[in-house]
C-alpha cells in the first residue's frame, strides 16, 4: 500500500466510528452508555481474557511482567468502573436554581487515542471505557509492538458488545503495524486526541490542529526524611520501583535520603531487595551503552536485567532493583533521568531542605510536572513540596506507581494518564479521566440582578493605597 492508500484507510476507520457515534449518541440514554462501559470493562477483567492479554502484551513487547500486568488489568480497570458508576454523562447532569444555569451533557465525538507499547492493554481499556460512557466513539493508534495486544482486546470489546447488540464500529483501531503518517492523520481528523507515550506523539498531538488530552514524561522522584518510617517506606519503594518491571511512568526514578537516616534507611532497603552500588560509571556504561538505554536492561525481570549489567555475581540473590549512589544531576548525568528499569539512583541531602533543593534540580532537567512522593510524618512538608517543587502529585507515605494513578485507598481518579500542567507541557494537571471525554451545553436563564457598589469591591484597596 501507498502513503496515501494507508491515510485514505485511517479516514474510512474515522468515517465509520464517526457514523457509529452519531448513532450512538441519537439513541443513547444513560444506561446504554453505562452498558457499554461495562461491556468494555469485562472484556479485559474476564480472568481468562486478562491473562491472555497479560501474556500477549509480555510476549509482543518484551516489557514488564505477566503477573503484575493481570494485576494492573484487574486493578486499574475495577478502579476506574467504581469511579463512572455513579457519574451523570447524559442529558441534563446538574441544574442550579441561583445561577439560572442547566447543564447538560454532550459527547465529544471521534476520540483518536495512541497507546504506549508499555500498557498496550490497560491503558487503551482505559480509554475506551471513558470514551464509551460519555457517549463517544473511539479509534486507538498503538505502538507496533502494542498491536497484537491492541487487536486482541478490541476482539474481546467486540464479543461483548454482539452479546448487547451494541455497535462494533464504536470501537476500532487504526489497521496494522502503524506509521507516523497514519497516527498523524488520526490525529488530525479525530475531534479529541488522547495521547499517552513518547514525547514525539505528544507534540505531534499539541501541533495537529486537533483539541489534545496529553501528558508529559516521568521522572519520578522520592524523599525520605528523618521522620519517616524507614521500614515502611523500604518496603514501598521497592513494591513500586519493581512492580511490571518499572514500565509506568509512575515508577520511583530517584531517591533523596536525607544524611541522619542514609545509613538506616539503606540497610532497610537491603532486607526489602534493593540493594546499593556504588559504582556508577559501571552501571551507566552497562546502562546506555550506545547513548541509548540498553533494551536488554529496559522494563525486565531482576535476574535478566542484573545479566546484562554484569552485576549477577557482585549482589545479593535476591536483589530485586539496584540503588545506584550518584551525586550529578542533568544531560551529562543520564542516573538522574527516566530509566525504565529496576535501577534507581540515589542521592544524599544534607537536611530536608537540601533534599528539596535536590529534587527541584532533577525536575528541572526531566520530568517537571509528574509527581514527586514523600515519606515522612511531618505533615507541614508534604505542604512544602507542594509550594516549592514544579509537580502536579505529591504523594504522601504510599507506594507510588499504585498511588500516582489512584488507588483505592486514596482519592485520586483511576487513569494510566497523568497530566503534568505547564510544567510537563501540558493542558491539564490532572489524572486524564472520565470528565475529559466530555462536554457540557449551559442553558442560562434571567435571574435577579447582582450588581455591587464600587466601594464594596475597592474599600479595602483604597485603605491601604488611597483613591
Known amino acids: ?44 477483567m474476564e480472568p481468562a ?11 509482543t513487547t518484551g516489557l514488564g511482567n505477566v503477573a ?18 455513579p457519574a451523570k454523562t447524559y442529558g441534563v447532569i446538574s441544574e442550579n436554581a441561583d445561577t439560572g444555569i442547566t447543564e447538560i451533557a454532550r459527547p465529544i465525538g471521534v476520540i483518536g487515542a495512541v497507546v504506549p507499547s508499555t500498557n498496550p ?57 502503524g506509521s507516523k503518517e497514519k497516527t498523524q492523520r488520526l490525529l488530525e481528523i479525530s475531534d479529541t ?42 518496603e514501598k519503594i521497592t513494591a513500586s520501583k519493581t512492580f511490571d518491571n518499572a514500565t509506568s511512568c509512575s515508577s520511583e526514578n530517584a531517591l533523596v ?23 556508577e560509571a559501571a552501571i551507566v556504561a552497562k546502562l546506555w551503552p550506545d547513548g541509548h538505554l540498553n533494551r536488554a536492561v529496559i522494563a525486565q525481570d531482576a535476574d535478566k536485567m542484573l545479566i546484562a549489567l554484569g552485576m549477577e ?27 525504565l528499569s529496576r535501577v534507581a539512583a540515589l542521592y544524599r541531602a544534607t537536611d530536608f531542605e537540601d533534599a528539596v533543593q535536590i529534587v527541584s534540580d532533577i525536575l528541572a532537567y526531566q520530568g517537571a510536572g509528574h509527581s514527586v512522593g514523600l515519606h515522612s510524618t511531618d505533615e507541614g512538608r508534604a505542604v512544602v513540596l507542594g509550594q516549592a517543587i514544579p509537580t502536579c502529585r505529591v504523594i504522601v507515605n504510599q507506594a507510588h506507581c499504585f ?22 507541557g501540558n493542558s491539564i494537571d490532572d489524572n486524564v479521566h472520565w470528565k475529559h471525554f466530555m462536554q457540557t451545553t449551559k442553558i442560562i436563564r434571567e435571574i435577579p440582578e447582582v450588581e455591587p457598589a464600587v466601594e464594596d469591591i475597592f474599600a479595602g484597596y483604597w485603605d491601604a493605597a488611597g483613591k
Open 68 to 85: 503484575d500486568k493481570i494485576i494492573k488489568n484487574h486493578r486499574k480497570t475495577l478502579g476506574l468502573m467504581r469511579d463512572i458508576a
Open 313 to 339: 555475581n557482585d549482589v545479593p540473590k535476591d536483589t530485586k532493583f539496584l540503588a545506584v549512589e550518584t551525586k550529578g544531576i542533568g544531560p551529562d548525568h543520564p542516573l538522574s533521568g527516566e530509566k
Open 121 to 177: 492493554a490497560a491503558t487503551p481499556a482505559n480509554n475506551i471505557i471513558n470514551a464509551l460512557k460519555c457517549g463517544n466513539a473511539i479509534v486507538l493508534s498503538p505502538s507496533p509492538k502494542g498491536v497484537p495486544a491492541c487487536e486482541t482486546l478490541i476482539a474481546y470489546i467486540h464479543a461483548e458488545f454482539d452479546k448487547i447488540g451494541e455497535d462494533r464500529d464504536l470501537v476500532q483501531m487504526v489497521q496494522g503495524a
Open 1 to 44: 500500500m501507498t502513503v496515501q492508500d494507508d491515510l485514505h484507510e485511517v479516514e474510512a476507520i474515522v468515517a465509520r466510528a464517526r457514523k457509529a457515534q452519531k448513532a450512538y449518541e441519537a439513541g443513547g440514554s444513560q444506561a446504554r452508555y453505562d452498558r457499554a462501559a461495562q461491556a468494555a470493562g469485562w472484556a479485559i
Open 403 to 424: 498511588a500516582t494513578g489512584g488507588a483505592f485507598n486514596n482519592g485520586m481518579p483511576f487513569s494510566l494518564s497523568m497530566g503534568c500542567g505547564s510544567w510537563g
Open 257 to 279: 535520603v536525607v544524611d541522619a537516616v542514609y545509613d538506616a534507611f539503606v540497610a532497610a532497603l537491603a532486607q526489602a531487595g534493593g540493594t546499593l552500588v556504588r559504582d
Open 49 to 59: 481474557r486478562n491473562r491472555a492479554l497479560a501474556e500477549l502484551a509480555v510476549q
Open 193 to 234: 486526541i488522547v495521547v499517552t507515550g513518547s514525547q514525539n506523539n505528544v507534540r505531534r498531538a499539541y501541533t495537529s490542529g486537533t483539541p489534545a488530552l496529553a501528558v508529559g514524561a516521568g521522572n519520578v522522584t522520592v524523599i525520605v526524611d528523618e521522620t519517616s518510617d524507614l521500614k515502611a517506606a523500604a
